[in-house]
């Protein structure tokens, strides 16, 4: 049976999508380890990340991405707004070398090195919004340059997202701000709103227990159907309490923006009526974390190339580096996951290595020293870590796979953030 035409590439004939990969760095004469990013399966991600999210601008999650070309280009697309950085240092290098005039810093700060270098760029201030959920933040700003010395800083206040059970001894969610309840995010606004040199400028709000567990995972599903119920309740009381929550914050401050969600929440964050953007990062590149997602399947934009260097037994490669793993709980979701040639898997024993990766598999005997395996990472940001470099895959005037550019990341600008 012929592969269905009507699904893209990836999904039709893999074998074609993950050779093409290959043959385009080969002939470009690159060296692995190699990290490459399709250009059709970004668009793809683009137009499926614009369409989930309704109408409602995305905001584009840098830590995600960590490729400054690659940021500016969907800055400049139709429904993407502003950054959301992850380092002050970074925050106020995208405000200025890349003139983005909108920047949400998504966690707080006390690097008095990073804010003292903020304090002092003008444009970047006018710029970039920190984040804040505790006064000993604002403190420590007051500390370097009091509020007569050095012009207003915007703010935004973190709002906790996540569900609270039990009085509160069960927490769904991630661990981040302690301001959690329209009371606590009103008396913080009243505090800016009456302290000198800080403007209350939004409010940021992630709800990582909805966008960062995956419902349909493989051969598991009770864990699925529960992870959906517990998505569905969470969301419900996070729509009541954030809309309050802002409430309470707009009688005090003038907000330009409230921001939630992420790349697995999109169609539920843009149903609440609170939020003006949503934060998406991950889903430009489509690592293999969004595979266990039932409600939507990023293309596998982008993937590295591995080389074979050794063939120590029968059934066996050895590769050139691998250890590119994902932050979050450890565990073998966090490994890259070896996509090409099909059939190749980890040795239990070393996993994914710091200088080289053993594979064992049928498709082990198949590959001399010199080829090349190709995997996908798990998350996008920490693969981009350890690589200067992004070779842009498109296709030619004939049809063919090519790369069309070699763009560096952040580590390739010299940039090293966190």
């Known amino acids: 049976m012929s592969p269905r035409t009507d699904r893209p590439i990836w999904e039709s004939d893999p074998a074609q999508y993950w050779t093409g990969f290959d ?7 690159l060296d692995g380890p190699v990290l490459a990013l399709d250009r059709t399966a970004l668009r793809h991600n683009i137009a499926d990340l614009r369409a989930r999210a309704t109408g409602v601008p995305i905001r584009v999650a840098s830590k995600s991405l960590r490729v400054r070309s690659v940021i500016e280009t969907i800055l400049g697309l139709d429904g993407f707004a502003g950054v959301l950085a992850f380092d002050v240092d970074e925050a106020r290098w995208l405000a200025t070398a890349s003139d983005v005039t909108d920047v949400l810093l998504g966690y707080p700060s006390v690097r008095r090195g990073a804010l003292t270098r903020l304090l002092s760029d003008d444009i970047a201030l006018r710029r970039v919004t920190l984040l804040i959920d505790d006064i000993d933040q604002l403190d420590i700003i007051d500390a370097l340059a009091s509020p007569t010395r050095r012009p207003v800083i915007r703010v935004a206040i973190d709002l906790d997202a996540s569900t609270r059970l039990a009085g509160g001894r069960v927490h769904l969610g991630v661990r981040r701000s302690p301001v959690h309840d329209p009371s606590e995010a009103l008396a913080l606004a009243r505090h800016i709103d009456g302290r000198a040199g800080f403007r209350l400028a939004g409010v940021m709000s992630y709800e990582a227990q909805i966008a960062g ?3 349909h995972v493989a051969g598991k599903p009770l864990r699925n159907r529960a992870i959906q119920m517990m998505q569905r309740r969470s969301m419900d009381e996070l729509r009541s309490r954030r809309s309050a929550a802002v409430a309470a914050i707009r009688s005090v401050a003038d907000l330009e923006f409230v921001n939630g969600g992420g790349t697995g929440s999109l169609e539920a964050t843009a149903q609440d009526d609170s939020v003006t953007d949503i934060a998406a990062g991950s889903g430009f590149f489509g690592g293999h974390l969004f595979d266990g997602y039932a409600h939507f399947r990023p293309a596998p934009a982008m993937a590295f190339g591995l080389d074979v260097v050794r063939r120590p037994a029968s059934g066996m490669v050895t590769c ?16 890259p996951t070896p996509v090409w040639p099909i059939g190749l898997r980890y040795v239990g024993t070393e996993a994914a290595g710091e200088v080289q990766t053993p594979l064992r598999g049928t498709a082990a005997d198949g590959l001399s020293v010199g080829d090349r395996v190709w995997f996908r990472h798990t998350k996008s940001g920490e693969v981009c870590e350890r690589s200067t470099t992004v070779a842009v895959i498109d296709r030619d005037e004939s049809g063919a796979r090519v790369v069309v550019d070699t763009v560096p990341t952040y580590r390739g600008e010299g940039k090293c953030f966190l």
Request: net charge negative; charged share 20%.
């Open 320 to 335: 050139a580096g691998g250890g590119w793993i994902a932050s979050g709980p450890p565990g073998t979701d966090r490994l």
């Open 213 to 215: 567990l995956a419902d």
């Open 23 to 29: 043959d385009a760095v080969r002939a470009a004469g």
